[in-house]
């Protein structure tokens, strides 16, 4: 099976731009989760989609969208981008049911905001 | 406020002993544990999962869970520097969220 894929690996933009990342999650995975990763720092749960729907949430500002579709790819989209924001995006699937379910990372997309 | 804790380390250990990793969780109702392993610059990967009280072995790592004292611990035997990185412990919540501690950071002495 090929494992999670993320798109771009790498992106620069500039402060109060928009930025919109792509996760394709193993096949027959239905929940997509989305962390950011600072420097020195641990895994910062964004959301998480579930068939189409939100299903969790995490503590950060409406800037920080998400979704998912009927395929169980999802986007996630960052608007007015800060300094702040530059991070490593990590994508990860799961089957999405059961407490057992592991969740898998993709390689993630490192974001530069100048 | 569900928390899922670690010593941030670094965590410095002779080649060829034994690492012990260390977790502790806060919601007593969780089910499912989990240890991933990230190297520098790169994206987690799983180590091992325990769902059950005891012990749960995998070649050089063994995963010990205690869940009346809220406690999961890694344990690596015969270290290599291959092993340096920093751990992830995780916690399936009653919502399927993983609720993750901040990590360790082990480093091997060769």
């Known amino acids: 099976k090929a494992g999670v894929t993320q798109t771009p690996r790498y992106l620069i933009k500039t402060r109060g731009q928009q930025v919109t990342l792509s996760c394709s999650p193993i096949?027959?995975?239905?929940?997509v989760s989305w962390y950011q990763q600072t420097p020195g720092q641990g895994l910062q749960f964004l959301f998480e989609?579930?068939?189409?729907?939100?299903?969790n949430k995490g503590n950060f500002p409406g800037r920080f969208s998400g979704r998912q579709f009927s395929n169980s790819r999802s986007e996630m989209n960052v608007s007015t981008l800060e300094l702040g924001d530059s991070a490593l995006y990590l994508c990860?699937?799961?089957?999405?049911?059961?407490?057992?379910?592991?969740?898998?990372f993709g390689p993630g997309t490192r974001l530069t905001v100048l | 406020q569900k928390e899922v804790e670690q010593n941030s380390g670094p965590l410095s250990v002779p080649e060829g002993a034994i690492a012990s990793l260390n977790c502790t969780y806060s919601?007593?109702?969780?089910?499912?544990f989990f240890w991933y392993r990230q190297y520098s610059g790169k994206s987690p990967e799983l180590i091992m999962s325990?769902?059950s009280n005891g012990d749960k072995e995998d070649g050089r790592f063994t995963a010990q869970l205690n869940k009346a004292s809220q406690y999961v611990s890694l344990l690596i035997r015969d270290s290599q520097p291959s092993d340096s990185a920093t751990y992830l412990c995780?916690?399936?919540?009653?919502?399927?969220?993983?609720?993750w501690g901040a990590g360790t950071k082990l480093i091997i002495k060769p």
């Open positions: 990860a699937s799961s089957a999405g049911q059961e407490a057992t379910d592991t969740q898998y």
């Open positions: 096949s027959g995975h239905r929940s």
């Open positions: 989609y579930f068939s189409e729907t939100q299903r």
């Open positions: 919601d007593r109702v969780s089910q499912s």
């Open positions: 325990i769902y």
């Open positions: 995780a916690v399936r919540d009653s919502n399927y969220q993983l609720i």
